[in-house]
């Protein structure tokens, strides 16, 4: 066919418009997985959400009773799972006795690999913990804010089970708790609903819960609000992972995993200026 | 533990490994390799869900409760408190008839009791932790002072900036009333501030799904391909 | 009778979950804490309602005359939903099938696990090619809009604290970043999440009233 004389030969902004966005999935790819060969520290600088959430952490007595609600799934887990193993090596230290409970299914499955992956940290190798006394997995209970509204007044009648089908009332541990007012402290691990917003609306502000939440980054912005006298800190996303496994002083996955993270960040600055220049660009061709 | 065999452990990571990058092929086009993962996803998440609930909830809520009650009824002392789980229980089955076309208006029952009680509970928490507390955490002194009595210049201007930008930013969802006028310069102050909310959303929102590549991106490299530690 | 029944389900529920939260005391906080098992157990048939309505859309498909290849995912899904199904009620201990190094947990870590997760983190691919196109800076406010992103992802990443370490303390991109968390950020929020409060209240009052009914369908 012929060539139309008078049709504009594209340039290399108007190419840049028509990228095929695999071409950006290759770059993205690229971006994140050199990184991860190299093993590079740096520097984190804690922000005051986080601060405030391991300065609650620690004012909570020695042996104090603490509720660990794990609110997610495998999918949110690159970010939580570093969270949830942080605050799992903070309780070892401070030898809290351990209540882990799940409004999703999933929850307590990842609690069972974070609560692995804590123990096996060497500086606990002389912790002995027995199961039933020391710590106990619940399970999951469906009904979502119901199961706080019914802990808030009866926790072995909402959980009358543990997750490998114990009777509640078979664990030693469980002996003294009647409902979240016996609890010093909460951390509660979430990706969504039902989760953070919830354990605050009647955990923290009915029943008088003191809590802490590490979110998805997705929802971080959404709970920041609460931070103050609603929620005692909060930690978001693979950043607050981060910043938490530094200020508590266990360093882990998140740590490790910044470094994709400033990577990737720039990548998709460099992205939206690209993608800005070419627009403007071509539109003032356009409109010339 | 049969799981822990070398094998065994090898075949998992063998099989985790091909299905994420069976999903992964749907970013050069959809192809049928992706189509099977996401209907063996749909499939295997179905029933993960479904065992989950009947071992978790229903057998320990509704089915061992049941039981014991029943037998106590035929092995005596009677007792007849059980009785009263009927009732979730019909109501539970009511629902799944929503399965039969003909059926499906009886599932109108359990859904009222379901909206009833969500509409009930959110009624009350909602008004109290997202709307009085936050306008209380918002109405705070904007003036504010050291302990020697200095005047915090940067800490007053933020105090302020928070409550100008929240009650700007409900102006902007005051519908009722046509933003023209001061009314309208403050709902579009009130944009600013929903702005910069929104920019920040969405760098989080980034740096979530980067992270969640970079999850799967460890597995594959440290895992299943041992090219990293 | 097919609407009055669950309208006044609605109400006598709903307003009994209003007057505990005044009064906690028996009977009102008892026959909450009675609903919300109920509530539980109810919530639980609706997600097996979920799972077997597509059982059945599933098996339909792949047991339909037309001979497309969506009648073989439907298969694969219905093979995948019988799979667990029976290692998860038959072959995984009974109620400890979750326990680390069931049956049940093998599927759970080598094929649940990667499925899902891999499924969301195709996303991170989107927003990176979605900040390409779509993202301008059009108007005043798309361009504070892009302004507190840059900020934010600058901020909440490394790099940013390694670009600007020439300046002082305070004014490093983190700070910015943590600055526009603490204040401008959360004064939007704020608003967003009051706004939606009310709208919440004012929908959750008319369920419970009856005015709302659309969520009983149609006749």
């Given at each position: 066919m012929a060539e139309n004389p008078t049709e504009m030969k594209p340039g290399l902004f108007d190419r840049l418009m028509r990228i095929d966005r695999r071409v950006i999935f290759i770059f993205i790819s690229v971006a994140l997985i050199v990184p991860l060969f190299f093993n590079i520290s740096q520097r984190i600088q804690v922000s005051p959400e986080v601060q405030m959430l391991n300065d609650a952490m620690n004012k909570v007595p020695d042996g104090g009773l603490v509720l660990f609600a794990?609110?997610?799934?495998?999918?949110?887990?690159?970010?939580l799972q570093p969270m949830a193993v942080a605050a799992f090596k903070v309780a070892l230290a401070k030898k809290f006795k351990m209540v882990i409970i799940g409004l999703w299914p999933q929850g307590p499955m990842q609690a069972n690999m974070a609560f692995e992956t804590a123990t096996h940290d060497p500086r606990f190798k002389d912790v002995k913990l027995t199961y039933g006394v020391d710590y106990v997995n619940l399970g999951f209970q469906s009904g979502n804010e119901a199961v706080i509204q019914k802990m808030g007044s009866d926790i072995p009648t909402t959980f009358p089970?543990?997750?490998?089908?114990?009777?509640?009332?078979?664990?030693p541990l469980m002996?003294?708790?009647?409902?979240?007012?016996?609890?010093d402290f909460m951390v509660n691990i979430s990706?969504?609903?039902?989760?953070t917003r919830e354990w605050v609306q009647f955990?923290?502000?009915?029943?008088?819960l003191k809590m802490v939440s590490g979110s998805t980054a997705v929802q971080t912005t959404e709970m920041s609000?609460?931070?103050g006298k609603q929620l005692l800190g909060l930690m978001g996303g693979m950043r607050g992972a981060a910043e938490f496994e530094q200020v508590s002083g266990y360093p882990g996955r998140a740590i490790k995993f910044m470094v994709g993270q400033s990577v990737a960040h720039v990548i998709v600055i460099v992205f939206i200026v690209i993608g800005n220049i070419a627009y403007f660009a071509t539109r003032k061709r356009k409109g010339a | 533990m049969w799981m822990d065999h070398p094998g065994w452990v090898l075949f998992g990571t063998w099989v985790a490994a091909l299905f994420t990058l069976g999903i992964a092929t749907f970013l050069y086009k959809d192809n049928p390799v992706y189509k099977f993962c996401e209907a063996v996803f749909v499939g295997i998440s179905a029933g993960y869900w479904f065992v989950s609930y009947f071992w978790q909830t229903l057998l320990p809520k509704l089915g061992y409760p049941f039981y014991a009650g029943v037998k106590t009824v035929f092995v005596g002392?009677?007792?007849?408190?059980?009785?009263?789980l009927l009732i979730p229980g019909t109501l539970g089955m009511m629902m799944l008839l929503r399965l039969v076309p003909k059926a499906g208006w009886i599932a109108r029952w359990p859904l009222a009791f379901i909206v009833g009680y969500t509409a009930g509970l959110r009624l009350i928490t909602f008004l109290q932790s997202n709307a009085m507390t936050q306008l209380q955490n918002s109405v705070q002194p904007v003036v504010r002072y050291n302990e020697s009595g200095q005047f915090l210049g940067w800490e007053s201007f933020n105090i302020l900036l928070v409550t100008v930008g929240t009650f700007a930013g409900l102006f902007y969802f005051?519908?009722?009333?046509?933003?023209?006028g001061v009314f309208g310069r403050v709902a579009r102050v009130g944009t600013w501030f929903l702005m910069i909310t929104f920019g920040a959303a969405f760098g989080y929102t980034v740096m979530g799904r980067m992270s969640l590549l970079i999850g799967r991106l460890d597995f594959l490299l440290a895992d299943w391909l041992h090219l990293i530690r | 009778m097919r609407r009055e029944i669950p309208t006044a389900i609605a109400f006598f529920v709903g307003i009994i979950c209003i007057i505990q939260f005044f009064i906690p005391h028996r009977p009102f906080g008892t026959l909450v804490d009675v609903f919300s098992d109920w509530f539980g157990i109810v919530a639980a048939f609706a997600i097996w309602l979920g799972a077997l309505n597509l059982l059945k859309v599933s098996l339909e498909r792949s047991l339909?005359?037309?001979?497309?290849?969506d009648r073989w995912y439907g298969l694969v899904v219905a093979a995948s939903f019988f799979l667990i199904f029976i290692i998860g009620m038959f072959m995984s201990g009974g109620d400890q099938?979750?326990?680390?190094?069931s049956r049940f947990d093998y599927l759970y870590v080598n094929i649940y696990t990667p499925l899902s997760s891999t499924m969301f983190a195709l996303l991170a691919f989107f927003v990176a090619s979605a900040s390409y196109r779509?993202?301008?800076?059009?108007s005043w406010e798309a361009t504070l809009l892009l302004i507190a992103a840059f900020f934010v992802m600058l901020g909440r990443a490394p790099v940013g604290d390694q670009l600007?370490?020439?300046?002082?303390?305070?004014?490093?991109l983190s700070e910015v970043a943590n600055w526009i968390m603490t204040y401008p950020q959360v004064a939007g929020q704020r608003a967003i999440m009051i706004g939606i409060a009310l709208g919440v209240a004012s929908a959750s009052l008319r369920l419970i009233l009856g005015l709302e009914r659309s969520y009983l369908g149609g006749e």
């Amino acid at each position: 066919m012929a060539e139309n004389p008078t049709e504009m030969k594209p340039g290399l902004f108007d190419r840049l418009m028509r990228i095929d966005r695999r071409v950006i999935f290759i770059f993205i790819s690229v971006a994140l997985i050199v990184p991860l060969f190299f093993n590079i520290s740096q520097r984190i600088q804690v922000s005051p959400e986080v601060q405030m959430l391991n300065d609650a952490m620690n004012k909570v007595p020695d042996g104090g009773l603490v509720l660990f609600a794990m609110d997610y799934d495998p999918p949110s887990a690159p970010e939580l799972q570093p969270m949830a193993v942080a605050a799992f090596k903070v309780a070892l230290a401070k030898k809290f006795k351990m209540v882990i409970i799940g409004l999703w299914p999933q929850g307590p499955m990842q609690a069972n690999m974070a609560f692995e992956t804590a123990t096996h940290d060497p500086r606990f190798k002389d912790v002995k913990l027995t199961y039933g006394v020391d710590y106990v997995n619940l399970g999951f209970q469906s009904g979502n804010e119901a199961v706080i509204q019914k802990m808030g007044s009866d926790i072995p009648t909402t959980f009358p089970r543990d997750y490998a089908g114990t009777p509640v009332d078979q664990l030693p541990l469980m002996k003294g708790i009647k409902n979240l007012g016996n609890f010093d402290f909460m951390v509660n691990i979430s990706a969504g609903y039902p989760g953070t917003r919830e354990w605050v609306q009647f955990g923290a502000d009915r029943f008088g819960l003191k809590m802490v939440s590490g979110s998805t980054a997705v929802q971080t912005t959404e709970m920041s609000p609460y931070v103050g006298k609603q929620l005692l800190g909060l930690m978001g996303g693979m950043r607050g992972a981060a910043e938490f496994e530094q200020v508590s002083g266990y360093p882990g996955r998140a740590i490790k995993f910044m470094v994709g993270q400033s990577v990737a960040h720039v990548i998709v600055i460099v992205f939206i200026v690209i993608g800005n220049i070419a627009y403007f660009a071509t539109r003032k061709r356009k409109g010339a | 533990m049969w799981m822990d065999h070398p094998g065994w452990v090898l075949f998992g990571t063998w099989v985790a490994a091909l299905f994420t990058l069976g999903i992964a092929t749907f970013l050069y086009k959809d192809n049928p390799v992706y189509k099977f993962c996401e209907a063996v996803f749909v499939g295997i998440s179905a029933g993960y869900w479904f065992v989950s609930y009947f071992w978790q909830t229903l057998l320990p809520k509704l089915g061992y409760p049941f039981y014991a009650g029943v037998k106590t009824v035929f092995v005596g002392p009677a007792e007849w408190g059980w009785l009263v789980l009927l009732i979730p229980g019909t109501l539970g089955m009511m629902m799944l008839l929503r399965l039969v076309p003909k059926a499906g208006w009886i599932a109108r029952w359990p859904l009222a009791f379901i909206v009833g009680y969500t509409a009930g509970l959110r009624l009350i928490t909602f008004l109290q932790s997202n709307a009085m507390t936050q306008l209380q955490n918002s109405v705070q002194p904007v003036v504010r002072y050291n302990e020697s009595g200095q005047f915090l210049g940067w800490e007053s201007f933020n105090i302020l900036l928070v409550t100008v930008g929240t009650f700007a930013g409900l102006f902007y969802f005051f519908f009722s009333q046509e933003h023209k006028g001061v009314f309208g310069r403050v709902a579009r102050v009130g944009t600013w501030f929903l702005m910069i909310t929104f920019g920040a959303a969405f760098g989080y929102t980034v740096m979530g799904r980067m992270s969640l590549l970079i999850g799967r991106l460890d597995f594959l490299l440290a895992d299943w391909l041992h090219l990293i530690r | 009778m097919r609407r009055e029944i669950p309208t006044a389900i609605a109400f006598f529920v709903g307003i009994i979950c209003i007057i505990q939260f005044f009064i906690p005391h028996r009977p009102f906080g008892t026959l909450v804490d009675v609903f919300s098992d109920w509530f539980g157990i109810v919530a639980a048939f609706a997600i097996w309602l979920g799972a077997l309505n597509l059982l059945k859309v599933s098996l339909e498909r792949s047991l339909s005359k037309k001979k497309t290849h969506d009648r073989w995912y439907g298969l694969v899904v219905a093979a995948s939903f019988f799979l667990i199904f029976i290692i998860g009620m038959f072959m995984s201990g009974g109620d400890q099938f979750q326990v680390p190094g069931s049956r049940f947990d093998y599927l759970y870590v080598n094929i649940y696990t990667p499925l899902s997760s891999t499924m969301f983190a195709l996303l991170a691919f989107f927003v990176a090619s979605a900040s390409y196109r779509a993202f301008r800076a059009r108007s005043w406010e798309a361009t504070l809009l892009l302004i507190a992103a840059f900020f934010v992802m600058l901020g909440r990443a490394p790099v940013g604290d390694q670009l600007t370490g020439f300046m002082p303390e305070g004014y490093r991109l983190s700070e910015v970043a943590n600055w526009i968390m603490t204040y401008p950020q959360v004064a939007g929020q704020r608003a967003i999440m009051i706004g939606i409060a009310l709208g919440v209240a004012s929908a959750s009052l008319r369920l419970i009233l009856g005015l709302e009914r659309s969520y009983l369908g149609g006749e």
